[in-house]
């Protein structure tokens, strides 16, 4: 073959090729703490969110998405992978329970060491990945112990926690962010800045969203040129107003210890309070407002660089707040989520169709046009074809796990099965009344499992099963009537379908060496009635 010809084939393959490369859209991912759609204006909300409220009437909301978990961790866990946190690999889960063994996923999933994440997978394909904020899914770090085992400064030390100003506590949270970045680094992304390992607590117990967004705009303007992908977790809106109310006079606590001056990002924050008063709403809503103007300073940079109609960006929470450490859908699995991608969404557009957390990180690798490595699980799906028709349907129904429990969702029905370890079972049987509602919550302890039961005598019931059309807070448990037994044993299917694809026993559905029949839990459920007032 001619070789000017063969070198002008090679200059147009590679012309194309970058051509195609630079058509791949930048990803923003916003993931929220906490937060219902009661909660911003664009669901209807009494708050005051213009910016949320515009990236709705540029995007598409949805108003039917879920987590596949109701607690931080399992559900971070799976918008870091696109897996259902009972499928993580992670060291200590695995040890703590075995993939022959019934699962219990909570608090206790995270990154795996063999960097089968968004960040890493992205980062393969070209793609600059960074992460800022809340993580929540690293090794444990809880003890003195935990922090010395990886040369950390122990931030769970009293003398530590009293004192913020004394420059020894500062450096030692500065040193220990640094290494938070590096573990990220090390899971395959490419960026790392300004990490809260967890909750924010401490001697800097203090939501600083201008900390975080700083870095966030950093990125953004160091990688303009894309394409890049932004993992960014707020820490906002965790704890509610008791939690972020006292975090407005504190400007210089930040998840890497005192700060020199405030990160000037955003409007100053009395400003912002003064703009709720303004319009007539209730001061425990500031802090919605106060996360919404980070949401701004993002789409304003991304405006001023002209990048806005080549980015796609998500919005979503990572679970609700009277429902959290339930499967139920109220304020519980039912979040948030709005997706805006110039040219590609219409403005304005709504999905009701069923989407969930899992869903995400797949539609990046989709948009991406990453190559997924072998080995790699995804157990959600694209939500690419809903984002050019909002009434495609990608599920017909959704799964979800938390603790003991696993749950069943369609258009309609509701299915929650608490099903309890052989190991669980032992305990329970030995449990004095007053410790066996602790053993019987299937996730969160007595405490939240005693909120659940003030408002769903039925929460710890071994069959639940809801009509959502009729009953949409899940008041009246079906389960036991004769009349809804074909749609009970249609949605016992579905689940045992997705139980058996996990590979784990789980009761009469996977039975197992671990498996434990309903039966033997009932006497204990009766027991736990003489608790009530």
């Not at 010809?5 to 194309?16: G, P």
């Not at 003991?404 to 099965?417: E, L, M, P, S, V």
Request: proline share 6%.
């Amino acid at each position: 073959m001619n070789p000017i010809k063969v070198f002008s084939t090679l200059l147009i393959i590679t012309a194309v090729t970058q051509a195609a490369s630079a058509k791949r859209p930048n990803i923003i991912f916003f993931i929220n703490d906490d937060q219902v759609k009661e909660e911003m204006g664009c669901y209807g909300g009494k708050v005051l969110t213009p910016n949320l409220d515009r990236l709705a009437r540029e995007g598409m909301r949805f108003d039917n998405a879920h987590t596949v978990s109701t607690v931080c961790t399992p559900s971070r866990y799976s918008m870091f992978t696109g897996r259902y946190p009972g499928n993580s690999s992670f060291k200590s889960y695995l040890a703590a329970y075995p993939k022959d063994r019934h699962g219990v996923p909570g608090f206790n999933v995270g990154l795996e060491d063999d960097n089968m994440n968004v960040g890493n997978v992205l980062r393969q394909a070209g793609y600059v990945t960074g992460h800022v904020g809340k993580l929540h899914v690293g090794v444990h770090l809880k003890t003195a112990q935990e922090y010395a085992h990886h040369g950390l400064y122990d931030v769970s030390k009293q003398s530590g926690l009293l004192e913020p100003d004394n420059p020894n506590v500062i450096a030692g949270w500065q040193r220990n962010e640094k290494w938070y970045r590096q573990w990220i680094m090390d899971r395959g992304f490419s960026w790392a800045k300004h990490v809260y390992w967890g909750n924010v607590q401490g001697a800097y117990p203090h939501h600083n969203p201008e900390w975080t967004l700083e870095a966030a705009l950093e990125f953004i303007e160091q990688n303009r040129d894309g394409p890049f992908y932004l993992h960014y977790a707020t820490t906002m809106m965790h704890g509610g107003p008791h939690g972020w109310s006292r975090s407005l006079e504190k400007p210089l606590s930040s998840g890497a210890g005192k700060l020199e001056s405030r990160p000037n990002v955003i409007p100053p924050r009395d400003e912002l309070c003064r703009r709720v008063d303004e319009a007539g709403l209730e001061e425990n809503t500031y802090g919605f407002t106060w996360m919404d103007a980070t949401v701004g300073a993002m789409l304003n940079k991304l405006d001023q660089l002209k990048i806005a109609d080549n980015t796609l960006f998500v919005f979503v929470t990572d679970h609700g707040t009277e429902g959290k450490f339930s499967l139920h859908d109220h304020n519980g699995t039912a979040i948030p989520c709005i997706i805006r991608w110039p040219g590609v969404v219409k403005a304005g557009s709504v999905c009701s169709n069923l989407m969930q957390n899992t869903d995400l990180v797949p539609t990046f690798f989709d948009v991406a046009g990453a190559t997924i490595p072998q080995g790699y699980r995804v157990d959600g799906k694209s939500v690419q074809p809903m984002l050019t028709d909002p009434k495609a349907e990608i599920h017909d129904h959704l799964y979800f796990e938390l603790g003991y429990a696993r749950g069943i969702r369609t258009d309609q029905w509701k299915y929650i099965a608490i099903r309890y370890s052989a190991d669980r079972l032992d305990q329970i049987e030995n449990a004095s009344l007053r410790k066996l509602p602790d053993l019987l919550a299937y996730q969160g302890g007595s405490k939240n499992a005693s909120n659940h039961l003030q408002r769903r005598p039925h929460y710890l019931q071994p069959n639940q099963l809801y009509n959502l059309n009729d009953d949409p807070l899940e008041q009246n448990n079906l389960a036991g009537m004769p009349e809804h037994q074909a749609q009970l044993r249609t949605m016992q299917r579905l689940l045992t379908e997705k139980l058996k694809a996990q590979g784990r026993p789980f009761g009469e559905f996977v039975p197992g060496a671990d498996s434990v029949p309903v039966e033997k839990i009932m006497p204990h459920l009766k027991k736990l009635e003489q608790l009530r007032p």
